[in-house]
Each structure stands twice: as C-alpha cells, then as structure tokens.
C-alpha cells in the first residue's frame, strides 16, 4: 500500500529564458538556462549598455572574472552579442543554493570604463533523484506495532526548485505504507509482522522530480524480521552549527555528534556514520564510527566553499537508524595574497610624452573577504610614474614627468599590493616599460672648432684631417651625415679645394696648395642626423698651409747679366770698412725659407772685399792702395735657409777710380738709342726744374760748409736700381718677404754722364737678422750704418738723415 504526498508541479516547458535588467551605474543582468551551447547567444550587451559595437574593437572590450580563470562567457567585437564561451553547469558551480550567479565584468579602455554583468544560471531539469545507496537494509522487530515508523535516507536531486524531489512512490505491498514530511521519508507499519510467516521481504522505493518529462532514481528496501528491538537511537540535536577556520590542521575535530538508545545491550549500542553526502565532502572529513567526533580530513578554503552540509546517521546494533544535520561554516583568513593583473600597457612609450599620460591600467584582486581583501598598491621610488587609483581595483599607470631616453632608455617598475589583513599579505609585479627614441638631439662635435696643417704642393686626395660629431638619439635618429656648407675660397667653391667622407668625417683635399697664393682658409662642415626631421650643428675647420722651400733667392740688385752693363765706382781714398755696394736679393718663401745669407764665392782680389752675411752689403776690408786692380769682379751667391737650401748668384763690376774719366774703356762707350732717349728726357726734367734744384743744391752746399763737412763726392757711372727691377708682388711684405718698400735711397746724379739711372742704395752693418724677417731697419739704423751725420764723407753713395 503506498501513500504519496502531491506537491505542486510546474508543467509549462521551461525553454530559453532570456531578458536584461538594467541598474544603477551602467550594470546589466542576464537570466539564461545552464548547459546551453557554446556560442549561444546570452544577449546584445553592447545594445542594453548604450555602447557602439563599432567601438567595441578599439576600445578592448572584453570580459573579466573575479579571480577565476575559467571563462564562461565572451563578447563578440563584431556586433556586441555576449556569448556562451563554455559549459555552464549550475550545480557544479553553486551546489545546493537556491540563486546561482555569476558575477563578471565587462572592460574599455579609451577611455578606462567598468561595466558589471550579473550572470543568473536557471536550473534544467538534467539530473536524476539519487539515493546514497542501491539497497537499504532493514531490521524490523516482530514486536513494532501497526503505525511505527522507520526513517528511509531521502533521495537526493542536483536540481533545484521544482526539478528537485517531488514525489515518491512506494511498491504495493501488504505491510507498509509511505510516509513523507518536509525533511523525511518513512516506512509506516500498516499490518504487523508474523515473523514465523513472513522473516523479510523487499521493496522498491521510487523518487521522482517535478520535471517535464520526469525523472525517477529508485532503491531497494530490504526488511528484515527481527526479534523486538523498539527503540531507534535519538540525536541529542536535529541540527549542529560549526565553524572552522580555513587554515585549520588536518585532524582537528570540527564537531562531535551525540545520539542514545533506549535499549540496552546489543539494542542500544550506537554507532556513527556519515549520510548522503558527496565524494568530494566525504574527502574533506571524516567521522569516529564510536565517539562521534567530526574530524578534517584535508584543507578547506573559504574562497571556495564557505559552508558545508553533512547528514549524520546514527545506528544501533539492530539497524535501527535516525538522522541529523551538521552545518560547517568556514571563517576567512587572510591566506591569500593579493593579485596583481597586467590589463593593458603602451610599451614603448615614446619620450616626449607629456607627464600626467596613462600608460598603463593595473587590476589588484585580493580572493580573501572583508578587511582581508582590503588592497593598497604602492610603486617603487625614483622611477617617473605614478598610480592613480580608478574604478574598483584598477589604477593607472601614469607618466610624471618628462622622460630621456639617452639617460634611461628602459623602466623596471616593480608595483606592490598590500592587503590589511593581519598579518598582511603583498606580492609584487614588476613592469617592464621601453622608452622610444624620438629625434631630439642634434649631431654635437667633439670640438668646438678644429685647426688642419697642410703643407703646400700637397698630393690631391690626402687625408688632411678628421671631424667627429656625436648623437645620443638611436639608430637614424643618431645617424650622422658630414657635408661642407656652401661657399667659397678665394673666390672658387670650396668643393674645389675640399671634400668630407660623409659617413666618417675625414676631410680631403682636392688640389693642391700653393704657399705662395694663398696661406691659411676656413670652411664650415655640417652634421646632419637622418631623424624626421632632421637636426644638425656646424663646426669651422680652419685650414693653414705650411710653407715649403719651393722658390729659389731672386736677385734685384744687380740685374742678371746681359740686361746691362752695371758697375760701381770705389773712390782710390776709400778706408776699410767703407761701403761700396749692395745685393739686394727677395725670396717669395717665408720664414726659415725666406732667410738669405750672402756669400762670395769668387773676386779679383779676396782680401779686399767683403759681404755682410745677412744684408749683402760689400764693404772694404781694408784701405785702397795704388797696388790694387782697378777692375774688381765679384761673384756673390745668395742662399736661403729651407732644406734642402736653394740659391741664385750674381756678378758685381766695381772699378776703383775717383773719376770716370780715368777709365780708358769707359770713354768710348757707345749708347744705344734707348739711352740717348733717356738722357734726354732726363735733361729735359732737369731744365724744368733747375731752379728749385739748384737752391735745393746750394742749401744743401751751404748747410754741409757751415758744418765744416767736406763735401760729398759725386761719381760718374753711377748705377740705380729702376723700378722695373722690383716685382710688384714684393713692394709691401709687412714682415713677410724680404723687402720693404720703405727703405728707400737718396737719388744722385752723374756729373757727366749722359745715361745717368737712379740709384736706392740703404746701409746696413748688421750680419744677422731677426728670424721673423729678412731684411728690416729702422731709420736710425740707417744712421748708425753710415756713422751718424758727421763731416766725414760717405764713400760710394750718400744716405739722407
């Protein structure tokens, strides 16, 4: 006979159910059945949102969890649809509470924005009542009488709400009834048992859901008949409350169950077992068959189941059994250190980013509960960023001040999370950040101006020096390119003169140079890097050309030979050291090149003249006598100083007679037509300006008188030396050639002669010069050199004082 108990069952198919709930603050719920396919779709979150799918892409829409990395939901990019990314079952993920959601988090950046979703997972009817065993086995006193009642272990349904347990059926018999309340199924004694006529009997009890269609788990009762055992053990309380801490050692007793039987001996011998629960729990704890004592087997953790639900079973010796519940509920403790998730970051950054710009977004979870999932995060010092906090465990990673990537070109930075917990919990993460390059430094030389020494005649294409610029940027950026800037040399481009390997620098020369054309020049070269756009800097190269000894002495005084017939007269009375004549001689070399000694190599008569080693004055060693020669020829040669030395020679014609007359071969002489011409335009100038000339004459007499100075003598065949013997490039050397237009000399004219010249004659008597020049005097050397403006005559030619 079987009794059944109707609950009310829901008979409309339950297909997919889903709708969205909007929030405060941009929240969205979705409600949707569990084990729905991969790829269904959940909802268009991008239209219930009020977001642009459009923008779902560039703004790295995507769906976070708490702290799990199982995913079960995902977002399409294309249009916005929140989509199934994996099996969705309810009971394994909420077990036995009425509400099961899932809370995930819907991410943008650009800018930074956090959506929550609440994912509600609706229970289908996919399991089947179980019961905990296959067979229950039952002893039953022939003694019971009609309406007692024996506890059957109810059967156990995943599901939740109406595809639960509803119902159970119990095979038709003779002896019992069912019996069902809330929280118990019994066997209810409805015809007394005659052990001599019936010792057991079986039973199919069939628990069934409130499914459509429905399902069904069944298990079989087996009754014994037993002698009279009338008391069932009895919990000291229906329901146990428990807590554990998370962290507890293994073997702790977690709760200690009590039940008594009225019965004694063998009847009233209680022992303890665990009821239906799963294999998992069953793994977790354990129970004292004797003393009932609850004890854990392994580890818990709150952040993944904070409670338990145990039944406990207790039994006599006679099979009698009853049943209590025990709830464990597991304390949080701060066991878990905090999390600390990379969302997103620009790397590179480019260094001319302005402080205050986010580089990156960090995520911070923390799995413990209330102050213990209190996080703070720190950065560490003397790095240029900062954390500013954002929206629920999210800090960005901002820029704060402005960053060189030639003083550092990369940042660790290390991020810490610290939770309040006691003690607390950190971890750290460190960050690695590049820094891009950006073209912000022009090429720098090493020099703020550089100096070339070339000598002249130089072979084209020599090395003549080497520029180095210097460009901290990276790769192009600090990539340098020489070149010459535009201009030009002595009226010629540089490029003429010059050349620069542009990628080392070396500067060459083009040609060769010329001392004597030019010495010294200066060019500018430029650096350019190959950044977008490029930077440069200029430096100047000053160029100076060293003299070499390429020109030989060049003689003015007297002409080369066979231009005309020069001589000197030397009065009969000259005394030793008189000066007779000078070579004058230039060297368009300069320095040690340009410096002349005067020698002879050859006279008439080698005691009787001499030549200063330095001025080329010919000056008499000792006085004249009747005895010597009236003819005297000297050949002087002129060197220069440079190595290996270079030299030209001369003749001089000297006659040593106070009057031309006495020279038998000077009388017949006869003049060209050129010379007659010159005469004559001589006596010309001479009768235009005679009257001047001759008071010039006379005062010139009368002061000489008055100073009882004897008269100066004037020779005939007097030589000058004409201008056209001075080449003009040496009329003004300012200390750098060999003679100086300033050093002039008194001009006298022959008494008789038609063919008169002018003559420049200076004096000198010193045998060494400066080495910075050739020939240089001043006005009152000129003086010493003649000794002073005394009566005494000077022999040969006059100087004015």
């Known amino acids: 006979?079987?009794?059944?108990?109707?609950?009310?069952?829901?008979?409309?198919?339950?297909?997919?159910?889903?709708?969205?709930?909007?929030?405060?603050?941009?929240?969205?719920?979705?409600?949707?059945?569990?084990?729905?396919?991969?790829?269904?779709?959940?909802?268009?979150?991008?239209?219930?949102?009020?977001?642009?799918?459009?923008?779902?892409?560039?703004?790295?829409?995507?769906?976070?969890?708490?702290?799990?990395?199982?995913?079960?939901?995902?977002?399409?990019?294309?249009?916005?649809?929140?989509?199934?990314?994996?099996?969705?079952?309810?009971?394994?993920?909420?077990?036995?509470?009425?509400?099961?959601?899932?809370?995930?988090?819907?991410?943008?950046?650009?800018?930074?924005?956090?959506?929550?979703?609440?994912l509600h997972i609706q229970d289908?009817?996919?399991?089947?009542?179980?019961?905990?065993?296959?067979?229950?086995?039952?002893?039953?006193?022939?003694?019971?009488v009609k309406g007692a009642r024996f506890p059957i272990e109810e059967a156990h349904d995943a599901d939740r709400g109406q595809y639960s347990v509803k119902t159970y059926n119990l095979q038709k018999n003779d002896n019992f009834i069912l019996g069902v309340e809330t929280n118990s199924v019994e066997l209810v004694l409805d015809k007394e048992f005659d052990r001599e006529q019936l010792k057991e009997i079986s039973l199919v009890l069939t628990a069934l859901d409130g499914g459509s269609p429905q399902r069904s788990g069944t298990v079989v009762i087996h009754v014994t008949v037993l002698d009279a055992n009338d008391n069932i053990p009895v919990f000291s309380k229906a329901v146990y409350e428990a807590s554990l801490p998370e962290n507890a050692p293994i073997g702790t007793v977690v709760v200690t169950v009590s039940a008594t039987d009225a019965d004694e001996g063998v009847n009233g011998d209680v022992t303890y077992d665990f009821g239906h629960i799963s294999e998992e729990v069953r793994t977790i704890f354990v129970i004292d068959h004797k003393t009932?004592?609850?004890k854990l087997a392994s580890t818990v953790d709150y952040e993944t189941t904070p409670s338990f639900e145990l039944r406990v079973k207790a039994k006599d010796g006679l099979g009698l059994t009853s049943y209590a519940k025990v709830n464990i509920h597991v304390t949080d403790v701060n066991d878990n250190e905090p999390i600390i998730f990379l969302k997103s970051i620009y790397n590179p950054i480019a260094e001319n980013v302005s402080p205050g710009t986010e580089v990156g977004i960090i995520n911070v979870q923390d799995r413990d509960s209330e102050r213990n999932r209190q996080v703070r995060c720190s950065i560490q010092q003397n790095v240029p960023f900062k954390l500013v906090p954002s929206i629920k465990n999210h800090y960005s990673l901002i820029s704060t001040a402005h960053l060189d990537r030639e003083l550092v070109s990369e940042y660790n930075i290390t991020i810490t999370a610290t939770d309040e917990g006691s003690p607390p919990l950190s971890s750290s993460k460190t960050v690695h950040l590049s820094v891009a390059d950006v073209n912000d430094n022009p090429p720098v030389f090493e020099e703020q101006s550089y100096s070339a020494y070339v000598t002249e005649n130089n072979k084209p294409g020599s090395t003549l020096c080497s520029v180095t610029a210097r460009d901290p940027d990276w790769r192009q950026n600090g990539t340098v390119i020489y070149s010459l800037l535009a201009a030009e040399v002595n009226g010629a481009p540089v490029s003429s003169y010059l050349s620069v390997n542009g990628d080392t620098g070396v500067i060459h020369t083009v040609r060769s140079f010329d001392y004597e054309h030019f010495r010294s020049f200066k060019v500018h070269v430029m650096a350019r890097d190959n950044g977008s756009p490029p930077l440069s800097s200029n430096v100047s190269v000053s160029v100076f050309i060293a003299d070499v000894n390429d020109n030989s002495p060049q003689i003015l005084y007297p002409s080369p030979e066979g231009n005309s017939f020069m001589t000197e007269l030397v009065p009969k009375a000259a005394h030793g050291g008189s000066l007779v004549s000078k070579v004058i001689a230039v060297d368009a070399d300069s320095g040690q090149n340009a410096w002349l000694s005067y020698h002879i190599i050859k006279s008439t008569d080698p005691g009787l003249f001499t030549?200063?080693?330095?001025?080329?004055?010919?000056?008499?060693?000792?006085?004249?006598?009747?005895?010597?020669?009236?003819?005297?020829?000297?050949?002087?040669?002129?060197?220069?100083?440079?190595?290996?030395?270079?030299?030209?020679?001369c003749t001089m014609y000297l006659l040593i007679s106070d009057n031309l007359a006495e020279v038998p071969e000077l009388k017949d002489i006869s003049y060209d037509e050129n010379n007659s011409k010159l005469t004559f335009y001589l006596i010309i100038a001479l009768v235009c300006v005679s009257t001047f000339f001759l008071t010039f004459i006379i005062i010139i007499l009368g002061v000489r008188f008055c100073r009882r100075r004897k008269p100066r003598l004037l020779f005939d065949g007097a030589v000058a030396i004409p201008s056209a013997y001075l080449p003009p490039n040496y009329t003004e050397v300012d200390g750098t050639g060999t003679l100086r237009s300033a050093y002039n000399y008194d001009a006298y004219l022959t008494t008789g002669s038609r063919t008169s010249d002018f003559k420049f004659v200076s004096s000198y008597n010193d045998n060494t010069l400066p080495a910075d020049q050739t020939l240089r005097k001043s006005p009152s050397d000129f003086a010493e050199a003649f000794g002073g403006c005394d009566d005494s005559p000077e022999v040969g030619f006059g100087v004015r004082c």
């Not at 709708?19 to 268009?44: C, K, Q, T, W």
């Not at 077990?95 to 929550?116: F, I, M, W, Y």
């Not at 005895?627 to 190595?643: C, E, H, R, T, Y």
Request: hydrophobic share 35%.
């Open 611 to 649: 030549i200063g080693l330095h001025s080329g004055e010919i000056r008499t060693q000792r006085d004249i006598s009747e005895s010597d020669s009236m003819k005297q020829n000297l050949i002087v040669a002129v060197k220069d100083n440079g190595q290996p030395s270079l030299s030209a020679t």
């Open 292 to 294: 009932g004592d609850v």
């Open 1 to 118: 006979m079987g009794l059944r108990l109707g609950f009310k069952v829901q008979t409309c198919a339950f297909a997919l159910l889903l709708f969205s709930l909007h929030f405060a603050h941009g929240d969205v719920s979705y409600s949707f059945p569990e084990e729905m396919r991969r790829g269904s779709v959940i909802g268009n979150i991008a239209k219930d949102l009020g977001l642009e799918a459009s923008r779902l892409s560039s703004r790295k829409a995507r769906i976070d969890t708490d702290g799990n990395d199982k995913r079960y939901c995902d977002i399409n990019l294309s249009n916005g649809d929140l989509i199934v990314a994996g099996r969705i079952d309810r009971e394994a993920l909420c077990g036995d509470k009425a509400s099961c959601v899932l809370k995930q988090e819907l991410t943008l950046e650009n800018p930074l924005e956090l959506r929550h979703v609440n």
């Open 124 to 144: 289908i009817n996919d399991n089947s009542p179980q019961f905990k065993e296959e067979l229950i086995e039952i002893e039953i006193r022939e003694s019971a």
